[in-house]
């Protein structure tokens, strides 16, 4: 069985440890030590989805000006936009700010620029058509913190902003706007520097929704918690680490997904054929998150706005089913356009360390889900990027020992604008500079993971007995929820175990399903996703990195192994 993955199972629990961590069960304690939790206390805090630390938003740079000035918006009556991106934190940060300030009385109303005619982030003509309609005041989320030209053009036009976002700023440039709130800018004290977008779109309504802003006239039934279940959809859908207060914000918002009264949200789940009573952090991720993100990748992610503000029964059914069909045609073209890029890339230079596939067909929509795919395969940082009549726009996706968006940092003097974070990254370059940036990526990319054993590394909590997966676990380490992100759901290997059944199942036998025997003779069922291809080398003991979980099927509930990986017993990474 041909085999890339490394397995990293972390050491086990010091004695004093697992003396502290007595409280609770024996594999949890492991778990919690795993990330960082060695205290009854401290395990507490983090089990109970608590931050220890001081979550007001008015530690916040900016955050005082920012609130004053739209305070006094609301009195003026003044109009005021919410400036945001296409992707689902950007969405739902958008719909959380316009419907905090609609509540406080304020004249508001959500921009969200289209990808493929004017792109990622503030544009001039954007402000340009905002101020001549009688905007006074524009409020970006999720963007803004890399155009420092497009806020010194708002100065110039009279325009009043307001940049919220949780991107890298440049290092000694942040943008000249009346207030920049991010906690990721040098000299702010915030303690939590992982919110998502929507996450601190929800400080600056946290920040407007309170007493203060009530005892001035302003105020209104609605409650910051109320918005939490927006919260919990965009920091889940952008990957955002699901620890300290992302931890405690997303699974408040999970609560209110369950028992939501948003109309859209009803919608959504119908199509997605999910029950909302039973929605955890990997349901956004695998199927609320793609739909509400097809919108913006395929045409205008404005019906993904109007689908979490409308209040329309009708209305909202249309939309969902329009999302529906949007993402179904996405998979197809992030499919069709992950063949063509692999073959463009590897045939350049299929010794490379990074991917680069530039076309003309392809669809800047869906790019970033190609980068991913490839990057995911080859273990390389991979860029897919579609080529314009005059700019080229591309999306990265990268491995832990390559961050790329300072790889484009020092690729910056080609590039018209760019972002991102260590792992995904987006930018714009002109045509004429396109090979002079493509070489000096590959170039970078040598030089930092030339020499190194590029292997995807999967981390297992703990080494188990396969007996020791029955249903009562579940019930234990449904404490760790949310699991995600920076916070990944429990896994364990298991070694020499039995195979009493193997079969491919999916669309081109895609995925791996075997019948398991463990030491005690008992049967336990696996799928492995995406794992199909490791059928014909199977042999007749393996070892497994998994995860366990329960699987409801028409009504009836069963417990499962996920395969995260499969190897001959006894091999040796």
Known sequence: MTHRNRWLIPPILTPEADQNLAAFAPLLRQVLYNRGYATEAGAWTFLKAETGFDTDPLQMIGMS????????????????????????????????LVEALTSLGAIAEGYIPSRFEEGYGINTEALKGLKSKGVALVISVDCGIRSPDEARFARELGLDLIISDHHHPFEGDLPSALAVINP??????????????????????????????????????????????????????????LVGENRMLVRKGLEKIRSTKRQGLFSLANVAELALNKTRASHIGFM???????????????????????????????????????????????RSTQEQAETIALGDDPEAYLLFAAHESFNSGVVGLAASRLSETYYRPAVVAAKGPEETRGSCRSIPEFHITDALDQCRDLLVRHGGHAAAAGF?????????????????????????????????????????????????????????????????????????????????????????????????????????HLQPELQSKVDILFTYEANEYNGRVGYQLNLKDVKPAGTID
């Open 184 to 241: 990721k800018q040098p000299g702010d004290l915030y303690p939590d520097k992982d919110l998502a977008g929507v996450g601190i779109a929800y400080k600056i309504a946290q920040a407007l929704l309170t007493d203060g802003a009530i005892a001035n006239g302003n105020g209104s039934a609605l409650r910051p918690d109320d918005l939490l279940d927006l919260v919990a959809l965009g920091t889940v859908a952008d990957l955002a680490p």
């Open 428 to 532: 714009t370059v002109r045509n004429e500079n396109l090979v002079a940036l493509v070489s000096r990526l590959k170039e970078l990319a040598a030089q930092k993971l030339g020499g190194l054993d590029l292997r995807a590394t999967l981390t297992a909590d703990a080494e188990v007995r396969l007996s020791q997966m029955r249903p009562e676990l579940l019930s234990v380490l449904s404490w760790l929820d949310p699991t995600g992100y920076g916070n990944p759901e429990p896994a364990f290997v298991a070694r020499d175990i039995k195979v009493r059944g193997a079969r491919v199942v999916g669309a081109e036998g895609k995925h791996l399903k075997l019948i398991l025997e463990d030491e005690l003779g008992y049967t336990h069922d696996a799928i492995g996703f995406r794992l199909g």
């Open 288 to 334: 609320l998150g793609p739909r509400l993100n097809a919108a913006g990748r395929l045409d205008t992610a404005l019906d993904a706005l109007e689908l979490l503000t409308t209040t329309d029964v009708s209305k909202a059914g249309l939309l969902a089913q329009h999302l529906d069909v949007q993402n179904r045609q996405r998979q197809v073209l992030t």
């Open 65 to 96: 000006v920012a609130r004053d000035r739209i305070l006094a918006a609301v009195h003026q009556h003044e109009p005021v936009v919410i400036y945001g991106d296409y992707d689902v934190d950007g969405v739902t940060a958008t719909a959380l």
